[in-house]
């Protein structure tokens, strides 16, 4: 078994705090910035959902959401985000 590290590589994300509160990166903001970048995802007010290679995803308030090296959008856990990633 051999041991493999990430490739150093720059995603783009913002994290989902606030359903629709004004002034803050809501979630019409945020399904807006997934559409207008080819991908697609819908809001019930409470959660985002986010049609991934996987299928579709909820992301809920705390999680990040994260445009990956190919284009593609998926969430992700605010502790798994920390661990992976560091501000550019």
Do not use: S
């Amino acid at each position: 078994m051999a041991k493999y590290r990430k490739k150093p590589v720059e995603i783009e994300a913002v994290q989902f705090i606030t359903n629709n509160e004004v002034d803050d990166k809501n979630m019409n903001d945020i399904v807006r910035w997934i559409e207008e970048n080819n991908g697609k995802a819908f809001h019930d007010g409470t959660d985002i959902y986010i049609d991934t290679l996987e299928g579709t995803m909820r992301a809920m308030c705390g999680d990040f959401i994260i445009k990956g090296i190919n284009g593609e959008f998926y969430p992700c856990k605010p502790d798994i985000f920390e661990k992976t990633y560091e501000v550019v």
